[in-house]
């Protein structure tokens, strides 16, 4: 039985924004397109000129309000839309508004961290929490079940992945490590490890508050941190919610 892609998303500032697509384009050995271009350093980062981990920049593992941040990128001009409960809107280009993008959500920040400085981007290198421009596939069936253990209906922004398959059992992901998938007619991803995850899965995506232990119900349910997998692109080409997806043999 295929399964479906039934949703897409980017993050065009790493932690600061979650965006839902209808249909994209994939470019082999690319991540998606436009997903963390920039991200936020903070004051005790250490940075080179290529990919540099998240423990340096502003994230929501450290800042949970960062994650009921919204975001809506146009390719065409550049402009960047952010939205966030307690926030009024904010509309900017990150490559030269910078400076009111760490205004804006720099109070979002907790006191007790390092505190956001400047924003950072690397043409070309993603700012993946990989040294890799892998995008990260999720499966509708893990989510469901771990939703049911909690009690608790969690929304996919908790877990900041790009493509979102259904028809697979629950933790199937894992099982396709070392194999490669199609979704769409051209799109063929190798799909490479699991996904640990970290404190910002405990932050409702609508409030910014932490109210979810979805580190303590994954290890005590399955016995690991983990939800979703990395996958390289192969072959690139459209994709669209709704496209299809198989293993292929």
């Not at 979002?108 to 390092?114: C, G």
């Not at 697979?168 to 992901?173: D, H, K, Q, S, T």
């Not at 799109?187 to 303590?216: F, H, Q, S, W, Y």
């Amino acid at each position: 039985m295929p399964w479906t892609l039934t949703d897409i998303w980017r993050h065009p500032v790493k932690s600061h924004g979650a965006e839902r697509l209808d249909a994209v384009q994939m470019t082999a050995g690319q991540a998606l397109p436009w997903d963390r271009v920039w991200a936020v350093a903070h004051e005790a980062a250490k940075l080179s000129d290529g990919w540099a981990s998240c423990t340096n920049f502003s994230r929501g593992a450290k800042a949970p309000g960062l994650m009921a941040i919204r975001a809506r990128f146009d390719e065409a001009t550049g402009r960047l839309h952010l939205s966030h409960p307690d926030l009024e809107d904010l509309d900017i280009n990150p490559d030269t508004d910078g400076a009111a993008l760490v205004a804006w959500a720099g109070g979002l920040v907790p006191e007790n961290r390092s505190q956001s400085t400047h924003v950072v981007r690397v043409d070309g290198v993603p700012m993946t929490d990989v040294p890799y421009p892998w995008v990260a596939v999720l499966n509708q069936a893990s989510n469901r079940a771990l939703s049911q253990k909690m009690g608790l209906e969690l929304d996919q922004r908790r877990w900041r992945g790009n493509l979102w398959l259904d028809g697979l059992a629950p933790w199937e992901e894992f099982d396709l490590v070392d194999q490669t998938i199609r979704i769409g007619d051209s799109v063929t991803l190798r799909v490479k490890e699991p996904i640990t995850r970290c404190l910002a899965t405990t932050a409702d995506p609508d409030t910014g508050k932490r109210n979810a232990d979805t580190l303590g119900a994954l290890e005590n349910g399955w016995g690991h941190q983990d939800f979703g997998v990395y996958a390289e692109v192969l072959e690139g080409g459209p994709l669209s919610t709704g496209d299809s997806a198989h293993l292929l043999r």
